[in-house]
């Protein structure tokens, strides 16, 4: 199993970037999805969660109105996009797949990317 992030790079503030998260050898509308982020010096968190069927969906506070989560899964891939960027969502973007239900534990997550690099500044 491999989750590869892309669409990461440099924006400025107020600016949109679109990241996308490729699944291979995965019955993807199994798992659910989630993007987490990692900034300088900080602890990895949740930015959003999708259900496997893409019906339900959940945003981190700091995000919500922002940043949108969906998932095309004849494709296998989970999206994030983000728009009015700040300098505060600059991180890696890392995706992570878990078979069945949502948890809030990172460990129960089976399968991870290696994240894309998302810098907002002027």
């Known amino acids: 199993v491999q989750l590869v992030e892309s669409g990461g790079g440099l924006v400025q503030p107020g600016g949109s970037l679109r990241l996308s998260c490729a699944a291979s050898?995965?019955?993807?509308?199994?798992?659910?999805m989630n993007w987490y982020r990692q900034g300088p010096g900080k602890e990895r968190g949740l930015v959003a969660t999708?259900?496997?069927?893409?019906?339900?969906?959940d945003y981190w506070d700091s995000v919500k109105g922002r940043f949108t989560i969906s998932r095309d899964n004849a494709k296998s891939t989970v999206y994030l996009e983000m728009n009015s960027l700040k300098t505060e969502d600059t991180a890696v973007y890392y995706c992570?797949?878990?078979?069945?239900?949502?948890?809030?534990?990172?460990?129960?997550?089976?399968?991870w990317g290696r994240g894309t690099q998302v810098t907002v500044s002027l």
């Open positions: 992570a797949a878990k078979r069945g239900a949502y948890s809030d534990l990172r460990i129960s997550y089976d399968y």
């Open positions: 999708i259900t496997g069927a893409g019906s339900i969906t």
């Open positions: 050898r995965l019955t993807f509308s199994s798992y659910v």
